[in-house]
């Protein structure tokens, strides 16, 4: 599904590719021109302007931005004398790490003078000034020769590049065979949330970052399968319905689909019994308003041992729907209510498939889950004490080491800070 055009978005048409170009060099370049200083108030000290890795709520943000340094090494593997594009390298935090850890040749290219002095000047203070270089200018007017580059890396950056279908072509163009191109920035789910169009959005995309252009992730991934570049395989990980959707997408999409995680998923269709509370919740809401309704369905939804020792869970998700819109509620039970049996086709995902199942579900039966396990060819059961339905709410630290053990597993050891076998038994 690709979203309708934003106002930015028909605007950047509008002027054409070299006038956008000129357009993203300026206003994005603003943004960043203002003095380091600035900057390092709120980002770690190696300035990355972008997501770090967190594992623990209580971790700070030096130790979440290292992992991600480590992590982008592990997955470009880059050896003695490879060649590497930091495209927006900003100061120069993914760039000069890289540098720091490994023996390649680095190319930056920012659209900051500010930056690349920076960059330039941390280069020199880590010694690696020799094997790094950074150019003041858009990627689209680098002169990249056809396979000369081992790896490309965009981090919070393409994002701000408009004519992708250009881009894209261009770096498949440059990348070596077996070359590895690695993306980390934002994408709008399926269904944009808000409104794109607001002066909100339009303040955040344009005023304060200069220029954003935020696509589905299906549609960049589209643009680089287009260019004949591989796109690795996916885990995909599934909460209730949302497993049933990962389920179809490993019957339909084999060839994207690694592994599965399928968190307090049914496998067999609605029972007259739960359809019969789930119309009733919805006749009810219909005359007494959403709060009261949803107070109702926390006694099932959550398990007993969080409804007693962990009030302020149930709480924290009653104010999160606050704002939620009824229709969604609505739709949600409807989907619930007509959900298929995915008992007769679970044979057909042949990928390995961990389900994990709350031991005080309400939801979600013992026998549905067995079922599920079951029939998957490759299935594991992992059941968690003391939780309900809403297993990432209520084990939210055992749920993640044990999701991270199965990918770890499944995946093999590309992911950040694994943890291993220790994730797998400590859930």
Known sequence: MTALPTQLEREAEARGALTQREHERQAVAAHYENHPEIFSLVLDRRLAYATGIFRREEEDLETAQARKYAWIA???????????????????????????????????????????????????????????????????????????????????????????????????????????????????????????????????????????????????????????????????????????????????????????????????????????????????????????????????LFGGTTRRHSPEVVEAWLESLDSADPIAIRRTAQAALRRSDARPWLGRVHVPALVVAGAQDAVVSAEDVAALAGGLPLGQLCELPDAGHLVPLERPEALGLALEGWIVAADGPSSPDAGGADARTSA
């Open 74 to 300: 592990e997955q470009l593997a880059i050896q003695p004398g490879q060649t590497v594009l930091d495209v927006g390298c900003g100061w120069g935090s993914n760039l000069l790490y890289l540098a720091e850890h490994t023996e390649g040749c680095f190319r930056g290219v920012t659209l900051s003078a500010r930056q690349r002095e920076e960059a330039l000047a941390r280069a020199q203070r880590a010694g690696v000034e020799g094997r790094v270089r950074i150019d003041l200018a858009h990627v689209e007017e680098l002169d990249l020769p056809s396979e000369s580059l081992d790896a490309v890396l965009f981090v919070g950056s393409i994002v701000h590049m408009h004519n992708r279908e250009a881009i894209h072509e261009k770096v498949a163009r440059a990348l070596r065979p077996g070359g590895r191109l690695l993306i980390s920035d934002c994408f709008f789910p399926v269904e944009a949330r808000g409104d794109r169009d607001s002066a909100a959005s339009r303040y955040i995309f344009e005023t304060a970052l200069g220029y954003c252009r935020l696509l589905h992730l299906s549609d960049e991934l589209g643009l680089i399968e287009r260019d004949a570049l591989d796109v690795p395989r996916a885990t995909l990980v599934g909460l209730s319905l949302g497993g049933l959707v990962c389920l179809r997408a490993a019957v339909r999409h084999p060839q994207r689909v690694a592994a599965l995680a399928l968190v307090a998923t049914p496998a067999s269709p609605e029972t007259v019994e739960s359809g019969a509370r789930r119309l009733a919740t919805l006749e009810a809401m219909d005359r007494l308003g959403k709060r009261p309704v949803l107070r109702g369905m926390a006694s099932w």
